[in-house]
């Protein structure tokens, strides 16, 4: 039997991270999380791009636009916080069906580290507080994606 599985190795990989701007208060955790998380697996800062966009929507749309920049992975990263009204089912199923279309269309890993709650608080405690950093865990799955996929050889 053979196994192939990706490494937590940052080193000479580039990386796209796309945040929302929409709840920043949250986003920018996320951020944080992600960076500190490339960064102590041997990113260098210099191969880490951040792209802001207004809200989550608009995520899957900058992404596909960075498919001819060579990146190893994309990190997508946001907040969308349940509201009154039916907002938020609309946004939050666009966004992941567009970050899903993504992964099976691009052939390099788009990872969804897109936060969503039901309040508030919750979202913040998912962006560093008392449930860890979502953007961390985000940055960790897209190195382990990164490697792997590296190690996948086309026929």
Known sequence: MKEIKGNLVGKGKK???IVSRFNEFVSIRLLGGAVDCLMRH???TQNITVYWTPGCFEIPGVARRLKDIKYDCVLCLGAVIRG???????????????IAA???????PF???????????QAVE???TKRGNRGWDAAMTGLELADLYAKIKPR
């Open 84 to 98: 009154d009204t039916p907002h938020f089912e609309y946004i939050t199923s666009e966004v992941t069906k567009g």
């Open 126 to 128: 998912r962006a560093g």
């Open 15 to 17: 990386f796209a991270i």
């Open 102 to 108: 993504l992964n099976l269309e691009k052939g390099l």
């Open 111 to 121: 990872v969804y580290g897109i936060i969503t709650a039901d309040t508030t608080d």
């Open 42 to 44: 041997g990113v260098d």
